[in-house]
């Protein structure tokens, strides 16, 4: 750490942070007072410079921040529409100390990021409200583990939306203690913003992905609309109403190239036998498979926020939201698998190796993901006296996921069973046999052309007809809040008090049917139903993407009896994983402060009662699934502190101590055991791999962290018109919650020991910690430099992230592993902007580092990373009229891929995922009032 400080300390003069932020804002109890205002109202001047834009952005940002007592960072409607950020989550990546993720599972695409992680904190652990108030959310997509996950998914909601973002760093007693990372809170805007003068601002734009239309025809080009409006009416404008909505839609493809989904790398030994866990036999890792997907998704979004504001005098207010919001990811994988079937393997070399017999699989799946969420609020304020303020919130929100998935795979070496006697068997042959080539990162597996294109070596394996998961949550919550000499000028004591409750429902389902041919099915073979060829496959020359029709196949296949194939028995599948769970938390806060002109001060404490019950399903000795309730609760007394002093007019010191939660998964708390196989002939074979296995824990506890703030900020000469700040933290969290993996698992029913399978179990670690530093700053101008320059500014942040966790091993013991899941080693930012005349241009790049993406726990090479990115957007804006503007956006520029990478020396490829080159191009109508 004193190096991570000392680096800190050197590099604190030269950071500067990201356009979208400011260090510190407003706590909760202060957005009512001082909501974002637009920035495109009249120009302002920087000596001689016109402030418009991103200028004026950055100088309310700076204004917040300097105003503020907690440390937090702020993203405003305008920063989040200038560059080509789409949703919010994509906007974050850009504020001190957060990152981005995509999903993290192996059945959905990555090209777009869909969670943030705070100062390495995963989105299960930071809060997410909408204007203070607690929004259900139907999770990230996680395969077959559940998709309800407590944190919220951002992707699925428009930047149009939110007046600004506002992400809290320091947790205070009147806040939600879910916030290990910290808050996000979506403000909307507000029809007072505008000094009760009407606005409106109206955007078209047509889109292109560079990715498009491989191996089948997409639609291109995509388009985006989005408007907000918003006016004030009654004869002293005391009312007001506020209307956002957008439209997007966008086609692209996504090429995947990876190994198997479990193990991932096979070690043989000097015979060409398979090892496994921890015995690396010679030491020369295969990969083991090569996987192609060729992912096409078109995604709509649309949604509309609708806001009532009232205020009949000077003492009181009240207002009423609503906002639905829909997306859908209509998403289309076509895949072939080379595989050796796990050996054995000869000759081998450092980089090569023969296998004498494989197979090859082709499958198509299309997955038509569909979420809506509903939010309802209402709320006012009461000002008796000029000290005194009384208001009462509450929300209504409600989120589902739907998925249903058509899914069938042919297969090389593919034996029909008898009627009745279960699935297809997979014999692998010689002329699927081939030799690797391991000496690139990406492996080539090269097999013989004349058997990879002969369509009629192809049977099919399995058809799914109907399959497809569900996912729902609804949250109820509400607020009432006393607070005492509280506002933003208030001098000498005061104190605050309230009271808080939150009944939140999700739920989670998922059913499949599943049909193999059998001898009595009349041949199906690949040759009769393949679709367009043509993809390329680039790291395996020669070879090109074989497709299914799936409307000729889906087709024929329900042209035939049914007594043609074998149902196959799908009961585990459709239970195991399946829970309800209702969760309610009551809450009660005071604090108080004590605030002069240069000092603020203030201590709370929050009391958290949280009870639960979960019902899971559990198959008993029968064979049966019977539901198994389980429940549990806590209680917890949370402190917290905080300070600020203001040295001089210019330099601000804050500090703060706290401590807060971090509430386990759903699905962690459901009793289960469930376990999955790749095919349905692996069942009872010991030997199988691509098993995996989930159990629930519903012991498990939250985990519990301290927290330590500490932070500076400077205002820059007036001439420059900027910023520096320097934060540190320190995260010292006890019963840590991650999913320990372990190798091997006995199945109670059949006995049969599974010694491939990967065993998944949420546990609470014995101890985790994060520190680090954010380094951000903002110059308006560098007129300073020279007048020549006065139109260019520039932003930049660096945060340093220095996590441990002690994962637990199933022989006992731990092992230390230097940073939390989900957290990279650092993150950056950089933004080079100039603004002249109407002219606006901006360069923006990001990048994270190396990032802990999971980890199985006895075997230690087997733990994957997301390798470091990098990304640059660029983006253009020239005002042509008053009140209209060209705009030109282009985002990842690079073409920059979305890479996980495993092994011993955390170099080998797990997958890797392309994301395409987007450019939008439209016009933006902003009418002056």
């Known amino acids: 750490m004193k190096k991570l400080l000392a680096l800190g300390t050197a590099l604190a003069t030269a950071a500067m942070s990201s356009t979208a932020t400011a260090q510190s804002a407003q706590t909760p109890q202060d957005t009512t007072a001082a909501q974002a205002k637009d920035s495109d109202t009249q120009p302002t001047t920087l000596d001689s410079v016109q402030v418009t834009g991103i200028r004026k ?185 506020v209307v956002s909505a957008n439209y997007q839609t966008l086609s692209s493809y996504t090429y995947t190239h990876m190994t198997t989904d479990t193990v991932f790398y096979n070690f043989y030994n000097a015979a060409g036998q398979l090892q496994s866990g921890n015995n690396l036999g010679n030491g020369i890792p295969v990969p083991q498979n090569d996987k192609s997907w060729y992912v096409e998704d078109k995604r709509d979004r649309y949604g509309v926020t609708g806001k009532f504001e009232a205020k009949p005098s000077d003492t009181f207010d009240a207002y009423l939201l609503g906002g639905y919001y829909y997306f859908k990811d209509d998403m289309t994988r076509n895949e072939n698998i080379i595989d050796g079937r796990n050996g054995p393997v000869y000759n081998q070399t450092a980089t090569s190796g023969t296998y004498p017999v494989g197979d090859i699989e082709v499958g198509y799946s299309n997955q038509q993901i569909t979420t809506r969420t509903k939010v309802g609020q209402a709320g006012f304020n009461w000002h008796p006296d000029d000290q005194q303020s009384l208001s009462a919130r509450a929300s209504y929100s409600d989120a589902t996921y739907d998925e249903p998935i058509y899914m069938m795979k042919f297969i090389a070496g593919a034996t029909p069973q008898a009627p009745g006697a279960g699935g297809a068997t997979i014999t692998p042959s010689a002329p699927f046999g081939f030799t690797y080539d391991t000496s690139r990162f990406n492996a080539a597996f090269p097999v013989n052309p004349s058997a990879y294109y002969n369509l009629n070596n192809y049977g099919l394996f399995y058809w799914r007809p109907d399959y497809g998961r569900n996912a729902a949550d609804t949250i109820r919550t509400g607020r009432l809040d006393y607070r005492f000499n509280q506002d933003e000028m208030a001098r000498g004591l005061g104190f605050a008090t309230g009271l808080t409750y939150t009944d939140d429902r999700p739920s989670y389902s998922v059913h499949r049917d599943e049909f193999d041919p059998n001898t009595s099915a009349p041949p199906i073979n690949l040759a009769n139903f393949a679709g367009p060829l043509g993809a390329n496959l680039p790291y395996n020359p020669g ?231 954010e380094l951000n700053g903002i110059v308006n101008s560098f007129a300073v430099l020279s007048p020549m320059l006065s139109a260019f500014g520039a932003s930049a942040n660096v945060s340093l992230l220095d996590g441990r966790l002690a994962v637990p091993l199933s022989t006992g013991g731990t092992r230390n592993v230097d940073r939390l899941v989900g957290q990279p080693n650092y993150v950056m930012n950089a933004t080079l902007f100039y603004n002249r005349d109407g002219l606006e241009l901006r360069v923006a790049y990001n990048r994270q580092g190396r990032a802990l993406r999971s980890i199985v726990s006895d075997v230690s090479w087997q733990d994957l990373y997301w390798a470091p990115r990098s990304q640059v957007d660029l983006s253009a804006t020239y005002q042509i009229g008053p009140s209209l503007s060209l705009i030109g956006q282009v985002s990842n520029v690079g073409h920059s891929r979305i890479t996980t990478v495993t092994g011993p020396g955390i170099n080998l490829l797990k997958n890797s995922y392309s994301v395409p080159t987007t450019y939008w191009f439209g016009v933006r109508f902003t009418p002056k009032f």
């Open 543 to 773: 070879l090109n993407l074989l497709t299914i029709d799936p409307a000729r196949a889906r087709a024929y296949l329900d042209s035939l009896p049914k007594s043609d194939f074998n149902s196959t028995n799908q009961n585990d599948f459709n239970n195991q994983d399946n829970f309800q769970h209702k969760e309610r938390i009551f809450g009660a806060y005071g604090l108080a402060t004590y605030a002069t002109d240069a000092l603020y001060l203030q201590g709370g404490l929050h009391y958290d009662g949280t009870l639960q019950s979960t019902i899971g399903y559990l198959r008993g000795p029968d064979k049966v699934y019977r539901p198994n309730r389980t429940s549990s609760d806590y209680r917890h007394v949370l402190p917290s502190l905080l300070g600020r002093y203001s040295l001089t007019d210019d330099l601000d010191i804050r500090a703060g101590y706290s401590r807060t939660l971090g509430r386990p998964p759903y699905d962690s708390y459901a009793a289960r055991s469930s376990i999955n196989f790749v095919n349905a002939s692996d069942i009872g074979n010991p030997n199988a791999t691509g098993v995996t296995v989930t159990q629930g824990n519903p012991g498990i506890k939250p985990r519990v962290s301290d927290n330590f703030d500490l932070s500076f900020d400077w205002r820059l000469p007036a001439e420059t018109g900027g910023l520096v700040s320097v934060a540190l933290f320190d995260k010292q969290i006890h019963d840590e919650i991650f999913t320990v993996s372990n190798l091997g698992f006995t199945d109670p029913t059949s006995g049969v020991t599974y010694k491939n399978a990967i065993v998944s179990t949420p546990v609470n670690a014995s101890n985790a910690r994060i520190r680090g530093v």
């Open 57 to 241: 952005a950055n100088e309310a940002a700076i204004e917040s921040k300097l105003a503020a007592n907690t440390i937090s960072d702020v993203v405003s409607a305008t920063d989040a529409r200038a560059l080509p950020d789409l949703t919010i989550v994509e906007a974050l990546r850009r504020v001190p100390g957060l990152s981005v993720l995509p999903a993290i599972d192996n059945e959905h695409p990555r090209d777009e990021a869909s969670t943030p992680v705070v100062r390495g904190l995963g989105s299960s652990y930071n809060n997410v409200t909408i204007d203070g108030l607690t929004i259900a959310s139907p999770g990230t997509p996680n395969g077959n583990l559940g998709s309800v996950t407590r944190g919220v998914r951002l992707d699925i909601l428009p930047s149009s939306m939110i007046s600004e973002i506002g992400v809290v760093k320091t947790f205070t007693a009147d806040q939600d203690p879910n916030a290990v990372g910290g808050a996000i809170d979506l403000r909307t805007r507000s029809a007072f913003d505008n000094g009760n003068k009407p606005f409106f601002t109206m955007e078209a734009s047509l889109g292109h992905a560079s990715d498009n239309g491989q191996p089948s025809s997409q639609m291109d080009p995509g388009y985006r609309v989005s408007g907000t409006g918003s006016t004030t009416f009654g004869s002293d404008h005391q009312y007001g109403v």
